[in-house]
Nanobody, 128 residues
Framework: QVQLVESGGGLVQAGGSLSVSCAAS????????MGWFRQAPGKEREFVAA????????YYADSVKGRFTISRDYAKNTVNLQMNSLKPEDTAVYYC?????????????????????WGQGTQVTVSS
């Protein structure tokens, strides 16, 4: 089992940058593929980015590709999302999630139903 705690959200102007981080407890962090999802008011939770358990594969939603970068630090048990060129439509609560689902495919990694563990979320607000 793993517990996830997000941090680093906040308010930023459009075009700016922000980094959110997720700290994972437990000694099995390296066994999990990690994902970031977001949910805006009145909308469904949507996939943002994910990284495989090895860190060798990264996946991004088309809407953030080229602007966001996901990474993980095994020594610190953290997964980070660096967000650049932020847009007002990026405003949402950002959630970190962990999954052991195999095999990892595009279909499985973007589906929130496949993630067993979730953090409480952190608010990211981008002003225009």
């Amino acid at each position: 089992q793993v517990q996830l705690v997000e941090s680093g959200g906040g308010l930023v102007q459009a075009g700016g940058s922000l980094s959110v981080s997720c700290a994972a407890s437990g000694r099995t962090f390296s066994r999990y593929a990690m994902g970031w999802f977001r949910q805006a008011p009145g909308k469904e939770r949507e996939f943002v980015a994910a990284i495989s358990w090895s860190g060798g594969n990264r996946y991004y939603a088309d809407s953030v590709k080229g602007r966001f970068t996901i990474s993980r630090d095994y020594a610190k048990n953290t997964v980070n999302l660096q967000m650049n060129s932020l847009k007002p439509e990026d405003t949402a609560v950002y959630y970190c999630a962990a999954t052991t689902i195999t095999p990892i495919t595009i279909a499985t990694i973007i589906d929130p139903e496949g993630y067993a563990y979730w953090g409480q979320g952190t608010q990211v607000t981008v002003s225009s």
